[in-house]
């Protein structure tokens, strides 16, 4: 970590509590400028809460947060523009169509009217949306809506990027497609990614690392991912059994799945 | 006479949230089915109209042709007094309409502002409409500026009360999606706010239409001239029954026709909305 670039995102001993309950301990790690980030760990591990924290929804009890040199909760305003979220539910305004809830952060950050429809329609293009701009949330099925929320993110064009598992409800062949398209969007455009998911295969194929959380966002792993390993199928399975033993272990359906997926 | 009839009006329930996002469309058949029943009744009430009118006294029970005759009378000599008071009825509604969004948003955003306003709304709904109605002739000359204060006071509660629901309705998870693009607070009132209690307004406006016009009527027979309630009060003291009975009529079919024409508007404003069908 010492030889990041620069860091985008730092976390240095965070802590959240709701009353009683510590969903974050002390959490500190960062995410350089281009890098992508998998966070993984069984539900309830508080990887929503980090995300929330990064993104600024939430405050921190104590530690401290940067993004991008600003802190996300107190700096409010400060990222507009440069970051840009994908949430675990699809979180579509029902009174706006398909392609008015593709446009609606453009057209938060002033985009033109004009401009903003053009993009948006690019990108629910680019999701395999073309038919479906003009239908409202109830007409459109969930994978459909989760692909309408995640045009919506990528459409803004943000230097980072906060996934949580928008490809988990997407049959196999959309995730994939989506995946490879986020991926290489990201890479070719240098973005930063810190992304949640509860699929193995899923990191190991997107992330640059794989930050493993238990209970209380404990770091249990943290796995840097190369070229190499990806393409060795013996390192891949090793990866890939280190990171389920991190998790405390895989459900056996999610393992035999994640394994299917990440052989190559 | 109106002291009773205006204590017993009892004023619509004001907030029932619940019904916000799941509009009830009644099948083909139920909806052909209360056509159906609407028919009998109102041919019932005819035929023992008819049959009353034969043994007692034209001044107690006019015939209900008798009835419609002054209908149309009324229709061809008094349409301005129908206009007069639709016109008053709507200045009032759209008035209540905008100041409660207002007192509704403050009270829904401005925590420290909110226990004040409540109270006040709250003891403005225990007012009887007839005590505003009694004070709105005392402290005001102006037969308009009498109408316009009593439809107000008694409109702009349910207003400020279902949209300070709405806006407590607002799913977090919304907010936190628009505020993760770093909305201005206008943004956040245009794309998030407003478009979602719209249909707590369009709520709130079917469920008042027929008590504002109930209230708008008695409002004119105490403090106006002129309007459908003023009419009425002078058929009755010159003894036209058969005018009472035809003004009841046209405004059973104005309740009627303002509710289809929210009802209408509701439709395509909220066309974003699913159809349950209930079964
Ligand atoms: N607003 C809140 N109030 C109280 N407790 C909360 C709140 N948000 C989260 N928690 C608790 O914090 C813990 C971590 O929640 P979080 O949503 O971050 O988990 P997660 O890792 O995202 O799980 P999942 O994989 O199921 O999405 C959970 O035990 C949850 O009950
Ligand atoms: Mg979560």
Redesign the interface.
């Known amino acids: 970590m010492t030889n990041t670039p620069h860091a985008m995102i730092e976390l240095k001993n965070v802590r959240k509590t709701f009353g009683e309950f510590i969903a974050v301990e002390d959490l500190s790690f960062s995410v350089a400028e281009g890098e992508i980030v998998a966070l993984l760990g069984r539900t309830g591990a508080g990887k929503s809460t980090v995300l ?1 924290l990064v ?1 600024g ?1 939430l405050r921190v009890d104590s530690g401290s947060i940067r993004v991008a040199d600003a802190d996300p909760y107190h700096d ?2 400060a ?3 440069r ?3 994908s ?1 675990q ?1 699809d ?1 579509l ?5 398909a392609v008015e809830n593709a446009e ?2 453009l ?3 002033g985009v033109k009217k004009a401009e903003a429809r053009r993009r948006a329609l690019d990108w629910l293009a680019r999701v395999k949306l073309t038919g479906a701009e003009d239908k ?3 007409e459109l099925s969930g994978g459909m809506r989760q692909r309408v929320s995640l045009a919506r993110a990528l459409a ?1 064009d943000p230097k980072i990027i906060f996934l949580d598992e928008s490809f988990s409800q997407l049959d196999h062949v959309t995730a994939k497609t989506l995946r490879t398209d986020f991926l290489r969007i990201a890479k070719e455009y240098g973005k930063t990614c810190l992304f949640v998911t509860h699929r193995i295969a899923d990191a190991i194929e997107i992330a640059d690392r794989a930050l493993i959380l238990t209970k209380g966002a404990r770091i249990a792993l943290l796995e840097t991912i190369t070229e190499e390993s990806r393409n060795d199928a013996g390192a891949l399975t090793a990866l890939h059994d280190r990171i389920a033993a991190a998790m405390g272990g895989a459900d056996d359906d999610d393992e035999e799945d994640d394994r299917e997926a990440a052989t190559p | 006479m109106t002291a009773g009839s205006v204590k017993t009006t009892s004023p619509p329930v004001p907030v029932a949230s619940g019904m916000i996002g799941r509009p009830r469309k009644p099948a083909n058949t139920e909806a052909r089915r209360d056509l159906i029943a609407t028919t009998i009744v109102v041919v019932v009430m005819i035929v023992a109209m008819q049959i009353a009118s034969a043994y007692v006294p034209d001044y107690i029970m006019p015939a209900p042709l008798n009835v419609l005759e002054s209908t149309k009378e009324l229709l061809l000599n008094d349409k301005t007094h129908i206009f007069v008071t639709l016109a008053r009825l709507a200045v009032a509604v759209v008035f209540s309409m905008f100041a409660g969004i207002i007192i509704g948003g403050i009270m829904g955003t401005v925590g420290a502002l909110r226990p004040i306003l409540r109270a006040v709304i709250i003891i403005d709904t225990g007012i009887p409409a007839l005590s505003w109605m009694l004070v709105a002739v005392f402290w005001f000359r102006d037969a308009e500026t009498r109408i316009f204060f009593i439809l107000t006071v008694i409109l702009l509660p349910f207003y400020a009360l279902n949209v300070y629901e709405g806006i407590r309705a607002l799913p977090r998870d919304f907010v936190d999606m628009v505020e993760s693009f770093r909305p201005t607070r206008w943004q956040v009132l245009r794309y998030l706010i407003i478009p979602h209690i719209v249909p707590y307004i369009f709520l709130t406006t079917r469920s008042v239409i027929g008590y504002a016009i109930r209230m708008a009527v008695f409002a004119e027979l105490v403090a106006s001239a002129i309007g459908i309630g003023s009419r009425m009060s002078l058929a009755q003291s010159t003894f036209h029954i058969d005018r009472v009975f035809a003004w009841t009529f046209l405004l059973v079919i104005l309740n009627f026709a303002l509710q289809a024409g929210v009802g209408a508007l509701e439709k395509i404003a909220l066309k974003w909305r699913p159809e349950v069908e209930v079964r």
């Open positions: 929330n993104m929804t409010f305003r990222l507009r523009g970051i840009a979220v949430f539910t979180r305004l029902p009174w706006r169509t609606l952060g057209l938060i950050l409202y949330v109830h803004v």
